[in-house]
């Protein structure tokens, strides 16, 4: 076994296309190893531990909080130059604490349990951002530029189908379990984690036969200091920075509590939060291919502009799930809420990704990288720390706006918004969201297009791939009817055009 991973000064196409496969390998078992110990299982785990909204908000903010660990990995990564090497023994190290945390419900009870969990998640998060930090550097060395869009779209979608598979399967798993030994459904946890354990060393050996190029020197030796400050005297980057930030804060703010929402307001048992989960993985999973096309044509930006304003729009949807309380649209609500998550988070994930690394300056990556992680960390684990704070505040106050039409014969009213609880959350990050999109306007990005072009070229591409897969002739047809529009639009315009010319 090798203990020292020795990068190398060139490398040949066959070496990075190899290469290439181990990442999307790596992938597929990081990818199922966040399902089952990550979102909305984690937060369905603590709430069976007994945890509050605040411990919940705690949580939470405890993975991107942890990656502030990246400003000091900057300088274990540029004195040893050893990136792999860093990389492969983290993930080793960080990923023993998933099997520590599926053995505590088994020795220990309720709130302590809980401590001890928050505990390991946080040895396990830390160790996890020198990883990302010497990961996110190793990358944008090893991928071309030009393929980033398309690559990480393909990485991402060989993500999801085994992430939705284990989705619907850990949902179907816990319900039974608590349905068959009510006493001892938390156990049921363990198993789900001991199992992501598994998967996060499989992915640590695909991490392993990644080769590493050389790191290129930078053109001039500054401290350490002056390397941290670089990006942020960079302008772009700079308001790359100050966008990323407003937007995991506003997502950040409402996504943890998702799952709260859907398990304690709505009462929904964990097979349906799972099946919801697979509705948004399986948008997101068509739609990656099509957002990477798009990545790649034109700009991170344009993307993000487009699928940013989507899922902000989607957060807004949430408030309308409850009027106040579950009534006959809920669940329709909700698939439609999840199936245009799914569409637009694939954007926002692909181009948010990609765009971080496009603008990081070769022989710079490292600092620019560190910047773009801690800035999003901070923001994403303040956002729901604030949420657990206020969110029993918010549970006593309620905004109810009712329509009312009075005449001789009747009195009709009915609720037209109502907002109470982490109603308030959602609205307060749909706000800060469309601050966010307005603060991306200032990042410059080569191949940057009007937002009308994205969504122009996206419905082609989709109402495309419609048509391969269908044979009924009025499918084809109604498909075909925004282009027919245009083109009717287009022949007017050029008749108008012909008849002012005789005109004059």
């Known amino acids: 076994m090798k203990f020292i991973f020795e990068p190398k000064e060139t490398l040949t196409h066959a070496e990075i296309e190899a290469g290439l496969k181990s990442v999307v390998k790596d992938g597929v078992a990081s990818q199922s190893m966040l399902t089952l110990t990550a979102g909305v299982f984690l937060i369905a785990f603590a709430l069976k531990l007994g945890a509050s909204n605040f411990m919940i908000g705690v949580l939470m903010a405890i993975p991107p909080l942890t990656q502030l660990v990246q400003i000091p990995s900057i300088y274990l990564i540029e004195k040893y130059r050893l990136r792999k090497t860093i990389a492969v023994y983290f993930a080793g190290i960080s990923r023993t604490f998933l099997l520590i945390i599926a053995l505590i419900p088994f020795l220990f009870v309720s709130q302590t349990a809980l401590i001890l969990v928050i505990i390991a998640l946080f040895f396990h998060t830390t160790l996890s951002a020198v990883l990302v930090c010497s990961w996110n550097s190793w990358m944008r060395d090893l991928i071309p530029i030009s393929r980033l869009g398309t690559f990480f779209s393909k990485r991402l979608s060989y993500s999801v189908i085994p992430a939705m598979v284990l989705s619907l399967g850990a949902g179907l798993l816990l319900d039974f379990w608590e349905h068959r030994y009510q006493t001892n459904a938390v156990c049921c946890y363990s198993v789900l984690f001991a199992l992501g354990f598994v998967a996060g060393i499989i992915g640590t050996y695909f991490i392993s036969t990644i080769p590493e190029p050389k790191m290129t020197h930078p053109e001039e030796n500054l401290k350490f200091r002056e390397l941290i400050t670089q990006p942020f005297k960079d302008v772009n980057y700079k308001n790359l920075l100050i966008f990323l930030g407003s937007w995991n804060f506003s997502i950040n703010l409402a996504g943890p509590f998702f799952t709260v929402y859907l398990i304690q307001r709505?009462?929904?048992?964990?097979?349906?939060?799972?099946?919801?989960?697979?509705?948004?993985?399986?948008?997101?999973?068509?739609?990656?291919?099509?957002?990477?096309?798009?990545?790649?044509?034109?700009?991170?930006?344009?993307?993000?502009?487009?699928?940013?304003?989507?899922?902000i729009f989607c957060i807004l949807g949430w408030t309308f799930t409850t009027m106040p309380e579950k009534y006959n649209l809920t669940m329709p609500l909700l698939i439609v809420i999840h199936i245009f998550m799914g569409i637009s988070i694939s954007g926002v994930a692909l181009a948010s990704g990609s765009i971080g690394l496009k603008l990081a300056p070769k022989g710079k990556a490292t600092a620019y990288l560190a910047a773009n992680s801690i800035i999003n960390s901070v923001a994403a684990g303040v956002a729901p720390i604030f949420g657990g704070i206020f969110a029993d505040f918010f549970t006593k106050r309620e905004i109810s706006w009712i329509f009312k039409w009075t005449s001789p014969d009747a009195v009709v009213s009915f609720q037209t918004l109502n907002f109470r609880g982490l109603d308030f959350f959602f609205f307060f990050a749909f706000i800060i969201g469309l601050y966010s999109i307005h603060r991306l306007a200032t990042v410059r990005e080569t191949g940057d297009v009007k937002e009308k072009i994205i969504i122009n070229q996206f419905l082609e591409l989709t109402t495309s791939r419609i048509r391969s897969l269908t044979t009924v002739g009025g499918l084809r047809y109604l498909i075909q009817v925004p282009s027919l529009l245009k083109r009717r639009k287009k022949r007017r315009g050029s008749k108008n055009n012909k008849l002012s010319d005789k005109v004059e």
């Open 266 to 311: 709505i009462g929904l048992g964990m097979t349906w939060v799972a099946g919801l989960t697979v509705v948004s993985q399986m948008t997101y999973f068509i739609f990656l291919k099509f957002w990477g096309v798009l990545v790649d044509k034109f700009s991170n930006k344009s993307v993000l502009s487009v699928s940013g304003t989507l899922f």
